[in-house]
């Protein structure tokens, strides 16, 4: 599967921004799938995954309440909504697939796309 993130941009603190992945051929539904982010001097972190059907997620402690992962497999796509930004959640944000649900650690996501940078201004 090949993935591509997009919707990054700069906003001020207290904002929102959603990011897209869009994600092709026809297996999407087959793939769990995650946010990672990496900032400036810092290493990835795992950001937020959603299972393959969707009606399961789980969130890192620094988004959780803030952001919401959410798909729709109809339109090979997952989506990152990002609310009450802060300065710290600037980075670049990259999508993922994984064929096991569940994990945080970005050694067991095998397909990446792209970052998409996301800037917040206090």
């Known amino acids: 599967v090949q993935l591509q993130a997009s919707g990054g941009g700069s906003v001020q603190a207290g904002g929102s921004l959603r990011l897209s992945c869009a994600a092709s051929?026809?297996?999407?539904?087959?793939?769990?799938m995650a946010w990672f982010r990496q900032a400036p001097g810092k290493e990835r972190e795992f950001v937020a995954s959603?299972?393959?059907?969707?009606?399961?997620?789980y969130y890192a402690d620094s988004v959780k309440g803030r952001f919401t992962i959410s798909r729709d497999n109809d339109k090979n796509t997952m989506y990152l909504q990002m609310n009450s930004l802060k300065p710290e959640d600037t980075a670049g944000y990259y999508c993922?697939?994984?064929?096991?649900?569940?994990?945080?650690?970005?050694?067991?996501?095998?397909?990446w796309g792209q970052g998409t940078l996301v800037t917040v201004s206090s």
């Open positions: 993922a697939a994984a064929l096991s649900y569940g994990y945080t650690s970005e050694a067991v996501y095998g397909y």
């Open positions: 959603i299972n393959r059907s969707g009606g399961s997620a």
């Open positions: 051929g026809r297996t999407f539904s087959r793939y769990a």
